[in-house]
């Protein structure tokens, strides 16, 4: 089994016997991340054999087979595979897009992060998923939702507060969840979603080897930022996964910048993907504006996990087109970045291919467009109209005790009680 996605003639198998870690002769360097420094990689480096109880493992970064898009046989998507992508990719853009014009008109308060630009890596990797599967996510987290099936009325609810919405209006932009689709959060911090999915993968392997649940075979995915990676969580769950052999896949969504630090000032090397074989396990370098590249890379990082061989780290190499959040001029980075990055735009480069290949017309993609605009009109207009919370709501969830501090000697909630605003004295 290797690898399938990117740059290079010569894939590596993952079980291979060969334990050096072999880079493109045909590419000494190579700019990386739209920056004019030159990275150049260093004569094949030998690894020591690994601990006998393990696999080999090998870096398979850049040695990923370029598949030949010219003939039918050689395709990497169906029609209907195709369009699928296209109406996930389109929805996550024109919502995010409806946030924008609702956070100003007010609807919306607090950070909003948008995901403009990367829509690649959520369609990619989170529709090749069973149900059951879990997404770990982060504060840039409505299209992760909305990629593993949370409908899109159900998201703008809980953007604009209301008691509709998937965590009832109390999670907000950054803390996206679904017990019924398995989506485990948004995190508002970098990185404290990382352990939790460790541990959600962790759960997969309990129920699977102990329990011996036999259909037990879920994976679980973690999406982070390239700021993510200088942070402890990171490595300690790397460390661990590997360890256990856990099914899970590290996501890197590196979009280059860290709020508005350049990635490239950040960190020591650049190239996040060389952090996985460090730890015992496969890592990969993808064209994260490019959806079927990421595609065919999760489809063997996920299956790896499906069958117990363990984590794989995954770069997607993306941008975004908005700032950090809505209340981001975006002023730092260069117009001349981001107008590189906008010519790469995933969801024109998925049309153009289907159109070439014949998979599709522009008149079905605008019947795909029309769809997703009647589905956001509907979401905001039913987020418009629905219902505040209760102030019952206020403190549900805090308490593990339903009769503990939260609750008055007449057994109602004691933030029902009209003096509760008027201060602590008279509660």
Known sequence: MSFSATKVAQPLSLRSNDNSMSFDPFRPSFSFLGSTHKLRFNAPIKVSPPHNRRSPVVAVSDVVKEKKLKSTANLLITKQEGLELYEDMVLGRSFEDMCAQMYYR??????????????????????????????VSTYRDHVHALSKGVSARAVMSELFGKATGCCRGQGGSMHMFSKEHNLIGGFAFIGEGIPVATGAA????????????ADADYVTLAFFGDGTCNNGQFFECLNMAALWKLPIVFVVENNLWAIGMSHLRATSDPQIWKKGPAFGMPGVHVDGMDVLKVREVAKEAIGRARRGEGPTLVECETYRFRGHSLADPDELRDPAEKAHYAGRDPISALKKYMIENDLANEQEFKTIEKKIDEVLEEAVEFADESPLPPRSQLLENVFADPKGFGIGPDGKYRCEDPKFTQGTAHV
């Not at 308060?109 to 997404?135: P, W």
């Not at 962790?202 to 649940?213: A, D, H, N, P, W």
């Open 106 to 135: 007010g609807k919306m308060f607090g950070f909003v992060h948008l995901y403009n630009g990367q829509e690649a890596v959520s369609t990619g990797f989170i529709k090749l998923l069973k149900k059951e599967d879990s997404v």
């Open 202 to 213: 962790f759960s997969s392997k309990y129920r699977r080897e102990v329990l011996k649940e």
